[in-house]
């Protein structure tokens, strides 16, 4: 049973850090491409970042500089480091495999605020 478990959000500061970290479990995690997608209320959910198998990562325009998407095969695991954080970064985060049908998990919110 896919299990996807995304933790590390927070209330931050224009200007400040995060980083979330996804656990993933009941699928072979190092077969897939990742991806870190947000959500704001009443839109749509986005990819913002994504990683494949041999490490190649991708980025939304709106983040491209800001942030850095890694993966540890080892603890099948997945890393958004978010600098420079402004308010309209503000959603909840999930993680996922694109392109695959996969359950979401519960998401963790990032709130940009002063």
């Known amino acids: 049973q896919v299990q996807l478990v995304e933790s590390g959000g927070g209330l931050v500061q224009p200007g400040g850090s995060l980083t979330l970290s996804c656990a993933t479990s009941?699928?072979?995690?190092?077969?897939?491409?990742m991806g870190w997608y947000r959500q704001v209320s009443g839109k749509q959910r986005e990819l913002v970042a994504s990683i494949d198998i041999v490490d190649r990562t991708e980025y939304a325009d709106s983040m491209k500089g800001r942030v850095i998407i890694s993966r540890d095969k080892s603890k099948a695991t997945i890393s958004l480091q978010m600098n420079n954080l402004r308010p309209e970064d503000t959603a909840v985060y999930y993680c996922?495999?694109?392109?695959?049908?996969?359950?979401w998990g519960q998401g963790t919110q990032v709130t940009v605020s002063s």
């Open positions: 009941g699928f072979h995690f190092g077969f897939y491409t």
């Open positions: 996922n495999r694109p392109l695959v049908d996969s359950p």
